[in-house]
């Protein structure tokens, strides 16, 4: 269910994202039903949104990479380090707007 993102597209989100502060974090209980849940208020709050997994994380950052962007619905614009970068567009209002 991850949604695709062009080369470009991931290219102008990975800009946007470089300033920004993890949000959500994925600690020593692993994903949980709080985590995707925080994710998602973020997202739709936010558009764009890292997640920072900590060292006691019981999973692999990229799997929970891809595990939270499934279970969010949202698009993984980048995977760096013990972060990640997803995307979501606002059902209503974006304000984010891709390139073509």
């Not at 990975?14 to 600690?27: E, F, M, N, Q, T």
């Given at each position: ?24 974090s994925i ?51 980048q995977v ?21």
């Amino acid at each position: 269910m991850t949604t695709s993102l062009s080369g470009k597209a991931t290219r102008h989100l990975r800009a946007l994202g470089h300033d920004l502060s993890p949000v959500v974090s994925i600690g020593k209980e692993g994903i949980t039903d709080a985590v995707v849940a925080a994710a998602n208020a973020a997202l739709l709050t936010h558009e764009l949104v890292k997640v920072k997994v900590q060292p006691e994380a019981p999973v692999d950052r990229k799997e929970a990479a891809t595990e939270v962007a499934d279970r969010t619905g949202s698009a993984l614009a980048q995977v760096l380090g013990r972060t990640f970068l997803l995307y979501k567009k606002h059902p209503k209002k974006p304000k984010i707007v891709l390139p073509k």
